[in-house]
């Protein structure tokens, strides 16, 4: 019976020892799953962060964007409505339905500078695209109105400048 009881032993210490091997191989598994998950939380809150910052970013660029083109189509009608009233022929509708328009995206002060450039003949176009270029811009630069470009101007000056040059006749 010595054998049997030793047989026994065995296979109750071999039973402990794969008992106690399951065990520690769990808990290494369970911290080794806790760190990894601790890890890949910590990985996802920054890639979450990122992707929030690049998100705001964006959305920022977005509305830039789309005020840049506001700016234009606004820049647009205004100089489309100087332009029209510039060729001398003059649609009364036509006119109404482009002043009318601006004065509803226009401040109050912008559409009084058109009304005394246009109707008092207090100033010229020319004062009033500036005035409308400070209001878009939303500041004042170095621009002013002698030195914007217009036909007229070009036109006035180019007989003199001809007739100074042409050879004399004899």
């Not at 039973?15 to 998950?37: D, P, W, Y």
């Not at 109050?108 to 004062?127: F, H, P, R």
């Amino acid at each position: 019976m010595g054998w049997l009881s030793s047989g026994i032993a065995t296979i109750l210490f071999a039973g402990a020892i794969f008992g106690i091997a399951v065990l520690i191989k769990n808990r290494l598994a369970a911290a080794i799953s806790l760190e990894v998950s601790t890890k890949l939380e910590e990985i996802k809150k920054q890639n979450s962060i990122d992707l929030a910052a690049i998100g705001t970013e964006y959305s920022r660029q977005l509305k830039d964007y789309e005020e840049q083109l506001k700016l234009r189509n606004d820049s647009r009608k205004i100089v489309d409505l100087l332009i029209y009233l510039s060729k001398g022929q003059v649609d009364v509708h036509e006119f109404n339905h482009m002043a009318w328009e601006l004065s509803l995206i226009l401040p109050a002060d912008v559409v009084c500078s058109m009304a005394e450039v246009l109707i008092n003949k207090n100033g010229t176009m020319l004062d009033l695209l500036i005035a409308v270029r400070k209001h878009l811009l939303g500041k004042e630069d170095k621009l002013a109105a002698n030195n914007l470009l217009n036909a007229q101007q070009i036109l006035v000056q180019e007989p003199a400048t001809q007739a100074a040059t042409a050879p004399a006749q004899a």
